[in-house]
Structure formats: C-alpha cells, structure tokens
C-alpha cells in the first residue's frame, strides 16, 4: 500500500489527505447536527456508511427535521446525488470491473471523481481514485460517528459552534480557487443564483441551480478544459 501511495507526487498525496480530513472535519459537524435535531446517534452513522453522500445527507436530516416528509427527504436526496450519474459515466473504466466497480460505485464522490480525471497516466488515474475514496470512506463515517457521540453528550450544540463548521470548511477548500477572477466571477453568479432561488425552491434545489454558472465559465474561459483540483467540494 506504501508503495502504491508513493506512485503519486506530494502535492497530490497532500491534496488528498488533506481533502479527506476536511470530510472527517465536516462529518463531525453532520453527525453532531443530526442528533441535535432530534436523530438518534445511530441514524447519522448508519446513513454515512450506507449513503456515503454528504449533501444528501445533510438535506435529509434537515427536510426531516424541519418538519418535512420522508418520501420529501428521500426524493431530495436523489436529486442531489443525480450528480453522480455522469461521475459514473467518467470514471466506470477508471474503478475496474466486477466487484470492483461495485465498490467503486459506493466510494463515489466528487472529490474522488475530480482527482481522478485530473491526472493523465490511466495507473495514476486509479490509484488516485481508490486513494481518494477509500480515504473519505474512513473518514466520513469516523467524523459522523466522532459527532454524534459528541451530540449525545453536549446538551446545547450550537453553543460550540459545530453548525458552521460545515460551510467554513467548503469555503476553506474553495478560497484558493477564488484567485481566479473568472473563477471568482462564477462562484459569485453562483451564490447569487441561489440565494435568489431560495425563498421559492425547496431545500437543496437552488444549490444545483446555481451550477448554471458553470456554463459561464465554459463560455468565457476558451481553450482546452482541465480539471483544478482546488474546486473540489465535499459532497
């Protein structure tokens, strides 16, 4: 396993890691939430381990909780990880076959998808995407179960400030990608969009919509397209 870890340069071993510490960091602030709205702390683990979809996991325990049904939540959630459709579609070959593209299709995620299409060797793509997803598999369900626990036990949660640390850490992780001004410009048109849409969308929705802004990017940025890894989100 060392030397399969060694294949990839420094930088990369470190965006990874790094990448998924941040997870365990915001698994830690979704299984604290969770159970402070009411779940019991097994509903937080069980559904990082199962669903492994941070997003969609969050929009679930919030719909729930804020009053919302569970075919709502359930049909919410599906929305938000229909993403991973055309993640699947790019990188099915990369995960292998048989039970390995099984297994693949579990570890799935956007962070793993981006990393992967970022590099240019097939061996490297590999190796990165099963580094990468492995990684974030352990550490979600370790940062769900970390906070739940600590949910448990900590009456007034919001008192220690767990609910930000979710959007801190995406701003974290998108921050270096600001430098761009055109990147800058469609994160803002982005934001925009889905603060508009808020008021009339349901929970979740207005989060894709704003990926409508990307078709900005396209447009304004010519030229052959690369994949920055510094736009990697958790989800």
Not at 58 to 71: E, T
Not at 95 to 104: E, K, N, T
Not at 188 to 217: D, S
């Amino acid at each position: 396993m060392r030397s399969i870890w060694r294949t990839l340069d420094s930088g990369l071993r470190r965006d990874i890691a790094l990448v998924c510490l941040a997870d365990g960091l915001v698994g830690i602030s979704y299984g604290a939430i969770a159970v402070g709205l009411g779940f019991a702390p097994w509903v937080p683990v069980l559904m990082s381990v199962v669903v492994l979809a941070g997003a969609s996991e969050f929009l679930f325990v919030g719909i729930v909780a804020g009053g919302g049904s569970l075919l709502a939540a359930l049909l919410g959630g599906l929305i938000v990880n229909a993403r991973h459709l055309p993640f699947g579609l790019a990188v099915g070959d990369i995960a292998g076959r048989g039970w390995r593209r099984v297994l693949g299709s579990h570890l799935l995620n956007d962070e793993s998808t981006v990393f992967a299409l970022s590099q240019a060797d097939p061996r490297r793509k590999r190796i990165t995407f099963w580094m990468c997803g492995i990684g974030i598999g352990i550490c979600w369900p370790l940062g769900a179960l970390l906070g739940a626990t600590a949910g448990s036990l900590i009456d007034d949660i919001a008192a220690f400030g767990l609910d930000a640390m979710f959007p801190t850490v995406l701003l974290a992780l998108v921050l270096p990608a600001l430098r761009d001004r055109t990147t800058a410009g469609t994160a803002l048109l982005g934001a925009v969009i889905a603060v508009a849409a808020t008021p009339f969308l349901p929970t979740g929705i207005p989060v894709l919509l704003a990926l409508v802004a990307l078709v900005v990017l396209v447009w304004v940025r010519p030229g052959p397209r690369t994949v920055d890894t510094d736009l990697v989100v958790t989800g």
